[in-house]
Nanobody
Framework: QVQLVESGGGLVQTGGSLRLSCAAS????????IGWFRQAPGKEREGVSC????????YHADSVKGQFTISRDDAKDTVFLQLNNLKPEDTGIYYC????????????????WGNGTLVAVSA
């Protein structure tokens, strides 16, 4: 049984930073790409960042490029998402999800999901 568990969310002011973690178990972690999605109230789930297997290439949506950084530690079966210079529009529930090897970052195509962690950014 595969589990993905997010942590690190919270309430911050505009300009603040958070470091989200996605801890995985029950899968060959090094063979999976890990993506991050976010969903604000009343909006569709949006893919924001992804890192491919074997510490490979990274992808960030235009909306967060230069603001978020994704990394992975295969020895710890964990992926991190560093959120810097946060803005109110970054508010939402952040989910991590796994797909085999390569980032596609399409919500309906992800193989496994965590339950999310809330990021709230106040003005």
């Amino acid at each position: 049984q595969v589990q993905l568990v997010e942590s690190g969310g919270g309430l911050v002011q505009t300009g603040g930073s958070l470091r989200l973690s996605c801890a995985a178990s029950g899968l060959p972690f090094a063979h999976y790409a890990i993506g991050w999605f976010r969903q604000a109230p009343g909006k569709e789930r949006e893919g924001v960042s992804c890192i491919s297997s074997n510490n490979g290439s990274t992808y960030h949506a235009d909306s967060v490029k230069g603001q978020f950084t994704i990394s992975r530690d295969d020895a710890k079966d964990t992926v991190f998402l560093q959120l810097n210079n946060l803005k109110p529009e970054d508010t939402g529930i952040y989910y991590c999800a796994a797909e085999f090897m390569i980032c596609a970052l399409v919500a309906k195509g992800m193989d496994y999901w965590g339950n999310g962690t809330l990021v709230a950014v106040s003005a």
